[in-house]
C-alpha cells in the first residue's frame, strides 16, 4: 500500500451564482487596498464589474490591473510582481482565465519576497519561496486550468515554460462560479474544456493516481464527456457551463494531486515553440499519447471510456482502451480542434527540436504508466503530424 499526500485548496464555493460569496470573504479579511488582477478582455466586457462594484460600492479602495496577456511570459510576470510591491496592497484578487489566475498567485506570494520571479522558477532559480504572501481569492473565468486549486503559477519563457511552485500559491479562496463562463467564446470553450479533460484524464492514468483522486478524475470526466460538445455548440447553455464548471473543478484537485503526464509533457514544447494556446496544445496530442500508451494502462482506459458515456461491457480491456482512444480522437474533432500539428501550420522540420523539449520534461514524464524515452517522443510526435496513431515498437 502506498501513502498518498492529498493537498486541497482550504475552502471553495462553487455553482452557479456563487460569486455573491465574495464580499463575506472579502470582509473577513479586512483589507485596506485591494489589487485585482485580470486580463484586458474581461474588462472591456464588463465582467470584471461584477468583482469590482460590489467592493468599491462597500467603500474597499480597489485598483483594477488589466495587464495580463494569454500564456504570459515572464516579464508580463516581473511586472505585475513590481507593481504589487510599489503599491502596498495587503489582498489580491484574480479573475480570468489560468493566464490572470497565475499572474495573482505569483504577485500574491512574491509581493513579499525580494528580488526577480525569475530567481523563483523551478528549474533555474535560485531562490525559494518561504512567506505565504497577501490574501489571494481566486475567480476562475473560464473551465479549464484548474489554476484556482493548485499551487502553480506558469510563466512561458522564449521558447518553453518554467513555473514557479509552492504550496503557498494555494488560493485562500477558491470562488468557481459557471455564471461568470458563459461569454466564453466557442473555440476557447473547446480548448480549454480538452485542457479540464486532459488533467483528469492524466490524473487518472498517472503512476501517482490514488482512490481519492480516482474519484475526481471520473467523476470529472463523466461530467466534461457529456457536456463539452454542448458548451461549445451553446454558451448558453446553463447546465453544460454547470457541468464544466464543476468538471474542471474537479479535474484541477485531481491533477494537482496525482500530477499529469505525457500529453502535458510533450505539449509543453508546443506551446513553448509555436505559441499554441495551453489547452489546444493538449488537445491536438491528446489521442496520440493516449493511443501510444493505451495497452500499459488498458483496464483504466476502460474506465475512462465508460465515464466518456461509451460502453465496455463486451469488449475485452485491450479493445476498450482502443475504443477510449477512438472517443478521444472524436470530441477533440467534434469541438473544432484540428487534429493534426500540421493543422497548426507546425513545419515536419520541427520533429526534432520537439522530441529534444520533450525528452527535457523529465518530471512530468515520471508519471506515465508507460516510460516514454526519446525515440518513444519522436514517435508520438511523428504519429501526431501525420494524423494516424503510433504504437510502441
Ligand atoms: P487564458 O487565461 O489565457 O484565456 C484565454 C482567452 O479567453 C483570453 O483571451 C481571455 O480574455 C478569454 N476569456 C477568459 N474568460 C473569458 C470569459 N468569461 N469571457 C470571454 N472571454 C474570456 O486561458 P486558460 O486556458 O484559462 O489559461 C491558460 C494559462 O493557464 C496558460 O498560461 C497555462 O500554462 C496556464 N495553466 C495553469 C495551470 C495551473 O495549475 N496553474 C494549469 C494549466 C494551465
Not at 520571479?117 to 512567506?131: F, I, M
Not at 475567480?139 to 503559477?153: A, Y
Not at 474537479?250 to 506551446?271: D, S
Request: glycine share 8%.
Amino acid at each position: 500500500m502506498s501513502v498518498s499526500k492529498l493537498v486541497f485548496a482550504p475552502l471553495s464555493y462553487t455553482g452557479w451564482g456563487s460569486l455573491k460569496e465574495l464580499l463575506p470573504e472579502v470582509e473577513k479579511y479586512d483589507p485596506k487596498k485591494i489589487l485585482v488582477v485580470t486580463d484586458p478582455m474581461l474588462a472591456q466586457i464588463g465582467l470584471t464589474d461584477r468583482v469590482t462594484d460590489p467592493l468599491e460600492t462597500e467603500g474597499y479602495s480597489v485598483t483594477l490591473y488589466t495587464d495580463v496577456v494569454p500564456e504570459p511570459p515572464l516579464e508580463t510576470g516581473e511586472k505585475l510582481v513590481s507593481f504589487t510591491r510599489n503599491g502596498q496592497f495587503d489582498m489580491v484578487i484574480g479573475v480570468g482565465g489560468g493566464s490572470a489566475l497565475d499572474l495573482a498567485k505569483l504577485a500574491a506570494v512574491l509581493a513579499v519576497h525580494e528580488g526577480p520571479a525569475v530567481d523563483y522558477l523551478n528549474l533555474t532559480g535560485t531562490k525559494n519561496v518561504e512567506k505565504k504572501g497577501l490574501p489571494k481569492i481566486l475567480i476562475p473565468t473560464t473551465s479549464g486550468t484548474g489554476s484556482e486549486v493548485t499551487n502553480i503559477s506558469v510563466l512561458s519563457l522564449e521558447t518553453t515554460k518554467d513555473v514557479v511552485t509552492h504550496d503557498y500559491l494555494l488560493a485562500d479562496v477558491a470562488i468557481v462560479d459557471p455564471e461568470l463562463t458563459v461569454s466564453v467564446p466557442a473555440k476557447v470553450t473547446a480548448a480549454t474544456g480538452i485542457d479540464a479533460l486532459t488533467h483528469a484524464v492524466e490524473a487518472y492514468i498517472s503512476v501517482n493516481a490514488s482512490p481519492t483522486t480516482d474519484g475526481l478524475a471520473l467523476q470529472a470526466i463523466r461530467l466534461i464527456g457529456r457536456s463539452l460538445r454542448k458548451a461549445v455548440e451553446d454558451g448558453s447553455d446553463k447546465q453544460a457551463r454547470i457541468d464544466m464548471s464543476n468538471g474542471s473543478y474537479l479535474a484541477g484537485l485531481a491533477f494537482f494531486n496525482a500530477g499529469v503526464a505525457g500529453v502535458h509533457a510533450l505539449a509543453y514544447p508546443l506551446g513553448g515553440q509555436f505559441h499554441i494556446s495551453h489547452g489546444e496544445s493538449n488537445a491536438v496530442l491528446l489521442p496520440y499519447v493516449m493511443g501510444y500508451i493505451r495497452k500499459s494502462c488498458a483496464k483504466r482506459m476502460a474506465d475512462i471510456l465508460n465515464a466518456l458515456g461509451g460502453n465496455s461491457t463486451y469488449l475485452s480491456e485491450e479493445e476498450a482502451s482502443y475504443k477510449c482512444v477512438e472517443e478521444l480522437e472524436r470530441l477533440v474533432k467534434d469541438v473544432g480542434i484540428p487534429s493534426t500539428l500540421a493543422g497548426f501550420d507546425i513545419p515536419a522540420s520541427a520533429l526534432e527540436s520537439l522530441t529534444q523539449d520533450g525528452v527535457k520534461q523529465k518530471r512530468i514524464l515520471a508519471r506515465s504508466p508507460l516510460p516514454l524515452l526519446e525515440d518513444d517522443i519522436r514517435q508520438i510526435y511523428q504519429s501526431a503530424f501525420v494524423g494516424a496513431v503510433a504504437e510502441p515498437k
